[in-house]
Structures are given as structure tokens and as C-alpha cells.
């Protein structure tokens, strides 16, 4: 048997210097990412006293967990987090239907004025008539104090539809053919022969859309008064104005052991909010991992023609 030997290349002093100046950009860039997120955890689950005085900056300090503890028995927490998963799965699941529908529909020579229905819909990019129009219409349609509120008005996202009808159109016109001369009809098209192919571009419009309604609040702000709709953005946006005097009625509910406890896990202001801001992040967080692959290439053949 001959041995089998492999090539090694060689890099010179310059590559290797290079390599390591790069190594060390991209370290320093990732950690310049990634540490304000570990900054506001570190200082959760630290001592609030000394994360109050900006003492905990690159490890935590003295542990305790009572932050989540009491932030998880604040009032319609759990209620408001139900309403925001329940907007983030109807409206993202809506829009990715629509927008994968119309872009395909788009593409279709044989649409009726489809060059017009394109503009017509592209053009409401470039025109905002402002929030009293909007409050007015939404008004006049009965959506105050509506849970479809939240869904109906991001249900047809003019970026998105560009996405998706970009996308279709880098595809093989073949495949069309080949199923219309087979007698498939438009709908088993698209969902039979159109859905599958379009994975990349439908987890990219998904992402774009669960992160848009997950962190949404103006319309809860605007149109919203039954406390059984609040989101979870909202009470977060409510806590972060009211810190203080949300801090004052944890403590003042607490149990007298809770009241004999060190000074150091009284929640401060600043630990309302950093707990918060963990809570509402993470979700998104969690979800973006399983989308990455398909997001990557989505948005690359979806922002680019040709």
C-alpha cells in the first residue's frame, strides 16, 4: 500500500500575522456583540445594591435569583405574555402566507393587471400618512380594544412581498410548466410545487415578522385600554417608566422574611428593568438559531435580482 501523504501549505510570517490580526478583529467584534446581553443578565443576578452603583461589570456578584422571582409574581404578567405569543404565532403565520401568495401571484404573467396590483402595492412604502389617519381608520373599523388589531393592520407588508416575488422569480420557470400541463391549478402550484422551494425566503419574512410583532407596543399604547390585551412589550414599556414606584410595591408586598433580607436583594429600579429586557429578549434569541441557515440565504436571493 502506498502511503499516503498530504500537502501541507505553508503560510509565511506575513499570513500567519494577518490570520491573528483577523482572529482578534472578529473576537473583538463578537465580544463587543455579545456583552451588553451578558452585561444586563450578570447584573440580574447580582447583588441590586452594588449593580445600582455600576459595580458589576464583568462577572456577577454575590448570586441570588430574587429578581425573576418577584418580577414572574408581578400583576397580568403571564396574561400579557399569552397575548404576545398569541399576536407573534397568528400574525407571523398570516403574513408569511400572504406575502409567499402574493409574491408568487406577482410573478404570474397570466394575473390580471399584475404590473398594477405590483405598484399598487410596492408604492405604499413610500407614503405614511401619520398616526391620527391611522387611529382614525382603525377607529372607524372597530379595532380599539381589538385582539385583530394587532394582526390585521401587518398582515400585508409591501418589503416583504418584494422579498418573497424575487425570490419565486430566480426560480425555473420549468416548474410552473411543467405542473400547469399536468393540470394542477394555482393553488396546488403554490402550495404543491412553489412552498417547498421557498423555505430560505419564508424563514426570512417569518424572522422579520415575529421580531416585528414580538417587540411591537405603540398599538397597545394607542388603541388598547382592556387590560386582558396588554402585551408584554407594553407592561415592559409601563415598568420601565414606573422602576421606582414598582420597586416600592414589590417591596411593600413582601413577606416579612422577605422584609428581613439582605439590603443587597431589594429590587432597585435599574434590576426592574434589566430583568425585563431578559425576559422579553430571550424568546427571540432562542428562535433565531433554527432559522439562521435559511435566513442567510433567503435574504441573498431575495434582495437580489438575477
Given at each position: 500500500m502506498?502511503a499516503?501523504?498530504?500537502?501541507?501549505?505553508k503560510?509565511?510570517?506575513?499570513?500567519?500575522?494577518?490570520?491573528?490580526?483577523?482572529?482578534?478583529v472578529?473576537?473583538?467584534?463578537?465580544?463587543?456583540?455579545?456583552?451588553?446581553?451578558?452585561?444586563?443578565?450578570?447584573?440580574?443576578?447580582?447583588?441590586?445594591?452594588?449593580?445600582?452603583?455600576?459595580?458589576?461589570?464583568?462577572?456577577?456578584?454575590?448570586?441570588?435569583?430574587?429578581?425573576?422571582?418577584?418580577?414572574?409574581?408581578?400583576?397580568?404578567?403571564?396574561?400579557?405574555l399569552?397575548?404576545?405569543?398569541?399576536?407573534?404565532?397568528?400574525?407571523?403565520?398570516?403574513?408569511v402566507?400572504i406575502?409567499?401568495?402574493?409574491?408568487y401571484?406577482f410573478?404570474?404573467?397570466?394575473?390580471?393587471?399584475?404590473?398594477?396590483?405590483?405598484r399598487?402595492?410596492?408604492?405604499?412604502?413610500?407614503?405614511?400618512?401619520?398616526?391620527?389617519?391611522?387611529?382614525?381608520?382603525?377607529?372607524?373599523?372597530?379595532?380599539?380594544?381589538n385582539?385583530?388589531?394587532?394582526?390585521?393592520?401587518?398582515a400585508?407588508v409591501?418589503?416583504?412581498?418584494?422579498?418573497?416575488k424575487?425570490?419565486?422569480?430566480?426560480?425555473?420557470?420549468?416548474?410552473?410548466?411543467?405542473?400547469?400541463i399536468?393540470?394542477?391549478?394555482?393553488?396546488?402550484?403554490?402550495?404543491k410545487?412553489?412552498?417547498?422551494v421557498?423555505?430560505?425566503?419564508?424563514?426570512?419574512?417569518?424572522?422579520?415578522?415575529?421580531?416585528?410583532?414580538?417587540?411591537?407596543?405603540?398599538?397597545?399604547?394607542?388603541?388598547?385600554?382592556?387590560?386582558?390585551?396588554?402585551?408584554?412589550?407594553?407592561?415592559?414599556?409601563?415598568?420601565?417608566?414606573?422602576?421606582?414606584?414598582?420597586?416600592?410595591?414589590?417591596?411593600?408586598?413582601?413577606?416579612?422574611?422577605?422584609?428581613?433580607?439582605?439590603?443587597?436583594?431589594?429590587?432597585?429600579?435599574?434590576?426592574?428593568?434589566?430583568?425585563?429586557?431578559?425576559?422579553?429578549v430571550?424568546?427571540?434569541?432562542?428562535?433565531?438559531?433554527?432559522?439562521?441557515?435559511?435566513f442567510?440565504?433567503?435574504?441573498?436571493?431575495?434582495?437580489v435580482?438575477?
Open positions: 502506498k499516503k501523504t498530504k500537502n501541507k501549505i503560510m509565511s510570517l506575513t499570513d500567519k500575522i494577518i490570520s491573528v490580526i483577523i482572529y482578534i472578529y473576537a473583538a467584534f463578537a465580544f463587543v456583540c455579545a456583552y451588553p446581553f451578558y452585561y444586563i443578565f450578570i447584573n440580574t443576578i447580582s447583588s441590586n445594591d452594588l449593580s445600582k452603583r455600576g459595580k458589576v461589570l464583568f462577572w456577577p456578584m454575590e448570586v441570588h435569583w430574587t429578581n425573576y422571582e418577584q418580577v414572574f409574581q408581578l400583576p397580568d404578567l403571564f396574561d400579557a399569552q397575548v404576545s405569543i398569541a399576536r407573534t404565532v397568528i400574525g407571523t403565520t398570516l403574513t402566507v406575502s409567499a401568495f402574493l409574491g401571484m410573478t404570474r404573467e397570466t394575473l390580471w393587471g399584475r404590473k398594477f396590483w405590483y399598487f402595492v410596492a408604492i405604499t412604502m413610500y407614503f405614511n400618512a401619520g398616526i391620527i389617519p391611522w387611529f382614525i381608520t382603525m377607529s372607524n373599523l372597530g379595532l380599539r380594544n385582539f385583530w388589531a394587532y394582526i390585521l393592520p401587518m400585508v409591501p418589503f416583504n412581498v418584494i422579498l418573497c424575487t425570490f419565486v422569480e430566480s426560480l425555473p420557470k420549468e416548474l410552473q410548466e411543467a405542473a400547469v399536468d393540470g394542477a391549478g394555482t393553488l396546488k402550484i403554490f402550495f410545487i412553489i412552498v417547498p421557498i423555505k430560505p425566503i419564508v424563514a426570512t419574512v417569518a424572522i422579520f415578522s415575529a421580531v416585528n410583532q414580538w417587540n411591537a407596543f405603540q398599538d397597545t399604547l394607542l388603541l388598547v385600554t382592556d387590560k386582558k390585551l396588554y402585551t408584554l412589550q407594553y407592561l415592559l414599556y409601563n415598568y420601565i417608566n414606573q422602576a421606582s414606584s414598582l420597586a416600592g410595591l414589590v417591596n411593600s408586598t413582601s413577606s416579612s422574611a422577605s422584609m428581613a433580607a439582605s439590603l443587597a436583594h431589594a429590587q432597585t429600579a435599574t434590576s426592574i428593568r434589566m430583568t425585563v429586557t431578559i425576559i422579553v430571550t424568546p427571540i434569541m432562542l428562535v433565531y438559531p433554527f432559522f439562521q441557515k435559511y442567510t440565504k433567503g435574504i441573498m436571493i431575495g434582495a435580482k438575477g
